[in-house]
């Protein structure tokens, strides 16, 4: 895959870089936020480190969602909860902290990749070839397109991260089922996901703020989750 390495420690940098080309990888890598932001096109996957010297790295997380749908994952070493939580939201696809194995990163890029396809993503302006492309699914006044990756509510878009999204389309796939908090982690993040299932509590809390209601998605408590009753709210 090609791959953007956001990293400014030039030793870490070339470290890297010489080991994900070794495993067949096209590496790219800059040391600033301005360099990455310049041109996102083509890229299958971005590593990004928080600490750049001209730019927060959350806020890049933020303005590479914005303008892309590439998958993310971050490297660094603030490994405190809220930061890991905050990365999530920015956008962040997965979270890895440092002093990290290559072997586990690299099993990292393949889930997220794979996830992608899953889902029907491929990379900017390219078209899904893992799938047919799904139709455009609603419930109520909610609409999801799997093809833009759009959702409006009551006609309004509603802006999500692409983990909100992917989690979103499989409670709206069947709504009436309570999808089990392992099949949800298994489908959104990779049956292989090696981090903690309070991820999928901080998704599901997102989700619920940006619909503005608690009830759009019901917690079966033990089980897991499903889409509410909010879907007949006007």
């Known amino acids: 895959m090609r791959v953007l390495l956001i990293e400014d420690d030039e030793h870490v940098a070339d470290a890297l870089s010489t080991v994900l080309h ?10 600033t936020a ?11 996957l971005v590593l990004l480190d928080l600490g750049l010297p001209d730019l927060d790295g959350l806020e890049v997380c933020k303005r590479i969602r914005a303008a892309s749908h590439v998958p993310i994952i971050v490297l660094t070493a603030r490994t405190e909860e809220i930061d890991r939580v905050l990365a999530l939201h920015a956008g962040a696809d997965d979270y890895v902290t440092k002093p990290y194995s290559v072997h586990e990163l690299r099993a990292r890029m393949e889930a ?6 899953r889902c029907g993503a491929g990379s900017p302006g390219s078209a899904p ?3 047919d492309t799904p139709e455009v699914v609603t419930a109520g006044p909610l609409s999801l397109d799997p093809r833009s990756r759009d959702v409006t509510l009551n006609g309004r878009p509603v802006q999500l991260t692409r983990k909100e999204f992917d989690l979103l389309a499989m409670l709206m796939e069947e709504p009436e089922k309570v999808h089990t908090r392992q099949d949800i982690i298994s489908r959104v993040w990779d049956e292989n996901w090696y981090g903690s299932t309070r991820t999928l509590d901080v998704h599901i809390g997102a989700l619920r703020q940006k619909l503005g209601s608690y009830r759009w ?8 989750f499903r889409l509410g009753a909010a879907v007949t709210a006007s």
């Open 22 to 31: 070794q495993q067949g990888n096209d590496i790219v890598p800059v040391s």
């Open 34 to 44: 301005t360099e990455a932001l310049a041109d996102l096109e083509g890229f299958d």
């Open 112 to 117: 997220v990749t794979r996830r992608v396809c």
């Open 129 to 131: 070839s893992c799938q």
């Open 217 to 224: 998605i019901e917690t079966s408590r033990g089980v897991g």
